[in-house]
């Protein structure tokens, strides 16, 4: 049994009042990109490269791939 100078840290103190939710729904926090569909031949040490790291740090081997090719295309596309 509890004093009663004891609280709970687990309950509220004071009045409580509800906050409206205003977050988001989920289909609007993601920004699809356009993507095509391609087929490309990579060498077999290239994908053995990325699918390694892509364990690493559980990611698609796919993803990073696209991942570099958007950071390499965005930088040489800025500059000319």
């Known amino acids: ?3 009663k100078n004891e609280y709970d840290e687990n309950m ?3 009045k409580l009042t509800r906050v409206k939710d205003f977050l988001p729904p989920p289909e609007e926090l993601i920004f699809p990109e356009e ?3 391609i087929t490309i031949s990579l ?3 290239s994908i053995e490269f990325f699918k390694r ?3 690493q740090h559980h990611q698609k ?3 990073m791939i696209r991942q570099v090719l958007d950071l390499y295309a ?3 596309s800025k500059t000319s």
């Open 74 to 76: 965005g930088l040489y």
């Open 1 to 3: 049994m509890r004093k």
């Open 43 to 45: 060498s077999r040490k």
């Open 61 to 63: 081997y796919q993803c």
């Open 12 to 14: 509220p103190i004071g």
């Open 35 to 37: 993507s095509a569909k």
């Open 53 to 55: 790291a892509a364990r």
